[in-house]
């Protein structure tokens, strides 16, 4: 629904490589540039315990061994004691590693550094009593998180950390991944520790002995106390930028896996709106018969537009044609894939988009087209997609029966068909959809959830809905929707 128009479309395509081009970070060099290692040594580190668990090897600090930090504490410019500065490392992580890089932090003997910031580093960490770590490497560990692994366990990356004044941006590989502002009161999402700009040194964490961690051309160039912060943005905290911050702290991805760039929203600014609200974004082409990837040569253009952004990249599938039009192939390309039950033809073989009032046309009888569109439903969760969209929309000529018509066993079915399926349920936040007894009744079945705006315009919004739904049925990290890795997804599992 709420198509892409092919004259919306055709812009896009000229833009994306102005947004590549964009988050371009030139090698650090030339004047102003320290290296904090030597290559050989550990000289102008500390630690406060275990201090085996580093080492210098091969021109590399190996973190490795049981949990302790090492400190940067070389003299060289007022005791290792920085406010503004720019920081740029090369970092690997050996399967199933985790490690950390903190800033403006202290000195401590003993225990994880309780201030100052932490760049997380986990492609995929998994721990103790079935932990999955849904944060990955470049997030700015509970302030603005990265849902989506952009490296490999193996694959050296470079992390490059620019502090001035209250802002914080952080790159991976070139890519802007963190671009937070800290406003004039912080937000403490987790009490143990006290994230607010201020000054220090660096760290680098060895997470324990089943974590190993390398870190190699580790630089640093000090900025004055006077530099100009590039942002000009004065956030304003309310309510739902504190929940933000809370839920960023419990492991739930905050992913809107349901966006789009329609209303004349550009890459460009959704990703600014994902840096400045603290929601990482799934954006969604819409794909099938008429729309803009009808075929796997427009798959192809359209992905090309977003190669190296730091987002998911989505397909909705339209109508019941979609995979019609494009290859197993071509569709696994995709991050994920979502459809909803808004076309489909009735038992007349009448093809109808039941968003269009005029396509519906009088219901005579709600009873029965509900049970039409339950039986749709079951039927279109068994096509190759990982998440069912809009999951209870009705028609606005019976929206005010919605609690009626979606009868308990009405809602069993849906759930029953998505679990069978194993399709996440989408709490929307443009419809406000579906209720909260429909949650609860998909949570106490073992569903899995996922958030989406599902905007027809320009404004994305900040998960309202979907935030409250956590708050109200309990909703914890492990019942969310997580994409496949290739080779996983649904369109290449699923027949």
Known sequence: MNALTRREFIPLLAAAPAAMRAFAVDAPNGSGWIPLFDGRSLAGWKTGRNTDSFRATDGQIVAHGPESYLFYTASHSQNANFKNFELTAEVRLAPGA???????????????????????????????????????????FGVRNVYKPFVADGEWCRIDVAVRQKQIEVRLNGMQVVNYVEPVEPVQGDPRFHRVLGHGTFALQAHGPESAAYFRNIR????????????????????VYRDIIRLSNTNIPLVDSHSHLKGGLTLEQALANSHRVGIFYGIAINCGISFPVHDDASVREYLATMRNQPCYVAMQAE???????VSRDAAAKFDYIFTDAMTFSDDNGKRMRIWMPEEVGVIHDPQAFMEMLVNRIEHILREPVDIYANPTYIPDQIGNQYDTLWTPQRMDRVIEAALKNDVAIEINNRRRIPSKAFIQRAKAAGCKFSFGTNNGEAELGRLEYPIQMVKECGLTWQEMFVPQPDGRKAIQVKS
């Open 319 to 325: 109508g019941r044609e979609w995979r019609s039009c």
């Open 98 to 140: 985790q490690s950390g890089i903190y800033f403006h932090t202290p000195f401590q003997s003993a225990g994880e550094p309780t201030n100052g910031f932490r760049i997380l580093l986990a492609n995929d960490y998994r721990g103790p009593n079935g932990y999955i770590e849904r944060r990955k490497t470049g997030s700015l």
């Open 220 to 239: 640093l160039r000090p900025l004055a106390d006077n530099v100009p912060q590039i942002a000009n943005e004065k956030p304003v905290v309310d309510d």
